[in-house]
């Protein structure tokens, strides 16, 4: 028998069961179930505002789903994972119609990782369509990188701990002011992830102009020295460590210096002399200006996650 439980805060246990969940879809598939976000979440609790649906059948985890209402602007977005022995038994479905009964008269969007066949067929037997994508881009680091050229004036520094923080928080809500997901940051999101074991202000790269913060490559390793990114990533289910151009963000009025493109070189240039092979990215699939600069610095599409919303419903431009 197959129940429902929704909850605001998870046990230990429940935890445990999600992260077992999680890993077994993504070996099963190849690609994670949740996002960055949704882990941290798991890991340290995360907004008190979003739910957590636990679905079992017979006492034991089956699927699991994860709704965050805190976009103002976009409104809720959820995500979700079954068990691979329990699909094709429409729990995927019960786990969107409990989404959208938490969301309310909000409108829900769906994000699906990988863009998989089944994650499409479920969001068309729900009456949801695809309505944004993210690509993941990748290139070799072992190929021909540029030296970075700075404009004067411009100096390089690496990230302090317990002293950037702030400086560091105001300058991304300036430079993704329109980005419906990193423009939101508060430093609450930045101080979950510098307790993640992969963080590293060395790879932590600002840019100064007379001693203030204009711009930024936060860089993020995978799979090093046993350390997690997007859990269960297939770069790190493989064991082989990658780099990724975590984010890449430039004062307003920096933009049209080169300033994105010399940090984004800064930080390749980094994970090169950390060992790695190959680095990665994401990127809006409609941000025809990023895809091209990250295009040459030899990036190739590799990957994609979709949105998925109800048909009519537009889901916003990102950056």
């Known amino acids: ?20 969940l999680v890993r077994l879809a993504t070996e099963e598939d190849g690609v994670a179930p949740l996002s960055e976000h ?31 209402p805190t976009d103002p602007v976009e409104g809720p977005s959820g995500e979700l994972v079954i068990h691979p022995a329990h699909r094709r038994q429409h ?18 969007r769906l994000w699906a990782h990988g863009d998989l066949p089944a994650a499409s067929r479920l969001a068309a037997a729900a009456g949801f369509e695809r309505v944004r994508a993210l690509w993941q881009m990748r290139r070799s ?28 928080t105001a300058l991304n809500r300036r430079a993704f002011a329109t980005h419906p997901e990193q423009g939101g940051w508060t430093r609450a999101d930045l101080d979950l992830r510098e307790k993640e074991p992969w963080f590293n ?28 990114g997007h859990a269960g990533d297939e770069a790190e289910h493989a064991h082989q460590a990658i780099g990724e151009v975590y984010v890449v963000g430039v004062d307003p009025g920096e933009r049209g210096s080169g300033l994105g493109r010399a940090l984004t070189l800064v930080g390749l240039r980094y994970l090169r ?18 895809i091209r ?24 431009q990102g950056a």
């Open 201 to 228: 202000p060395e790879g932590f790269f600002l840019a100064e102009r007379a001693g203030r913060i204009v711009g930024f490559h936060w860089t993020k390793i995978h799979g090093q020295d046993g350390h997690d």
């Open 141 to 168: 680091l072992q190929a021909r990188l540029d030296r970075p050229q700075l404009a004067d004036g411009i100096t390089i520094r690496p990230f302090r701990i317990g002293h950037d923080e702030n400086e560091w």
């Open 1 to 20: 028998m197959t129940e429902i439980r929704i909850a605001e805060r998870l046990t230990d246990a429940d935890v445990a069961a999600v992260l077992e």
């Open 273 to 290: 002399s950390r060992g790695l092979f190959q680095v990665m990215l994401y990127v809006d699939e409609s941000n025809t200006p990023a």
């Open 38 to 68: 949704v882990m941290l979440h798991l890991r340290y609790g995360g907004d008190r505002q979003a739910r957590n649906v636990m679905l079992t059948d017979g006492g034991e985890i089956a699927g699991y789903a994860h709704l965050d």
């Open 91 to 108: 729990l995927g479905l019960a786990l969107v119609r409990a989404l959208a009964a938490e969301a309310g008269d909000q409108q829900l």
């Open 293 to 316: 600069l990250y295009e040459s610095l030899g990036f190739t599409h590799w990957d994609t996650d979709v949105m998925f919303a109800r048909t009519g419903v537009s889901s916003g």
